[in-house]
C-alpha cells in the first residue's frame, strides 16, 4: 500500500536553473497539494490540484512557479530561474474526494529538499 | 493575528508525564481541525483529526475541540522519548480546501 511518493528527495541546483519536483499521489486519491516548509519556518500552502485542473494556487509566488497534474502521470511542481530563498523543503499532500463541507485527511509524501547554491 | 497559533516552545516534559499542546485559530468557519507530528528531517505525519466539540482518543493521543473558544489541544499521555518531535496544528479555511498550519510545537520528552 504505497503512500505519497516524491522525487527526487534531494534536489541541488545552481541560481537560474529549472527545478522540477514531482509527486505522485497515494492509490485512490484525486487530490493533490504542494506546501513549501522554508528552514525553521511551518508549513504554506502552495497550490491545490486535481486531474487536469489547478483548483487553488493563491499560494503560488506570482512568478517562475507552475504546477500541473496531468492526465497521466505524476503532479509536477516546477520552479523556473531558482533563486536562493526557494531553498526549501516541498512537500506534496494528496486526499480522497471531498465530502460536504469538510477538509479530507490530508497525508504527505517525504518531501524534496531543494538547494539552491 | 495569525491564523493559526501554537506556542513554539519548546515544551519539556519528563517521561510518562502528560504532554499538552495547545493552538488557537481564527476563523469561525474553521470546520477540520488536524494534529500532525514531524521529526526533524522528515515529512508530517498525521496523529488525529477531530470535527465535532468534545474530546477524541487514539491510545495515548486524546484532541479536543472547542469551537466556541476557537481552540483546539492535543494530550499526550504517558509520554515516551519517541514522543520528541515539533507538532503542527492544521485547519481547514472555510470554502476552501486546503490546511492552514500553526508554526508547530517542539517537543521534547526527558528521560
Known amino acids: 500500500n504505497a503512500g505519497v511518493m516524491q522525487n527526487p528527495r534531494h534536489l541541488v541546483r545552481r541560481r537560474g536553473q529549472e527545478a522540477r519536483l514531482r509527486c505522485s499521489p497515494m492509490?485512490?486519491?484525486?487530490?493533490v497539494y504542494w506546501y513549501r516548509q522554508l528552514p525553521e519556518e511551518g508549513l504554506k500552502f502552495m497550490v491545490y490540484?486535481?486531474?487536469?485542473?489547478?483548483?487553488?494556487e493563491s499560494g503560488m509566488p506570482k512568478e517562475r512557479f507552475s504546477a500541473e497534474f496531468p492526465k497521466e502521470g505524476p503532479s509536477i511542481l516546477r520552479i523556473q530561474q531558482v533563486v536562493r530563498g526557494d531553498s526549501a523543503a516541498y512537500f506534496c499532500a494528496s486526499s480522497p474526494r471531498h465530502t460536504g463541507g469538510f477538509q479530507e485527511t490530508q497525508y504527505f509524501g517525504p518531501g524534496t529538499r531543494l538547494l539552491v547554491l | 493575528q495569525k491564523e493559526v497559533e501554537q506556542n513554539s516552545g519548546p515544551l519539556s516534559v519528563p517521561e510518562g508525564a502528560i504532554a499538552s499542546l495547545n493552538c488557537t485559530y481564527s476563523?469561525?468557519?474553521?470546520?477540520?481541525f488536524f494534529w500532525y507530528r514531524q521529526y526533524s528531517g522528515k515529512s508530517p505525519e498525521l496523529i488525529m483529526s477531530i470535527y465535532s466539540n468534545g474530546d477524541k482518543e487514539d491510545g495515548r493521543f486524546t484532541a479536543q475541540l472547542n469551537k466556541a473558544s476557537q481552540y483546539v489541544s492535543l494530550l499526550i499521555r504517558d509520554s515516551q522519548p519517541s514522543d520528541s518531535a515539533t507538532y503542527l496544528c492544521?485547519?481547514?479555511?472555510?470554502?476552501?480546501?486546503?490546511?492552514?498550519f500553526g508554526q508547530g510545537t517542539r517537543l521534547t520528552i526527558n528521560p
Open positions: 492544521a485547519v481547514n479555511r472555510p470554502g476552501a480546501q486546503k490546511l492552514v
Open positions: 490540484l486535481q486531474k487536469e485542473n489547478i483548483i487553488d
Open positions: 492509490k485512490g486519491h484525486s487530490h
Open positions: 476563523d469561525r468557519g474553521s470546520q477540520s
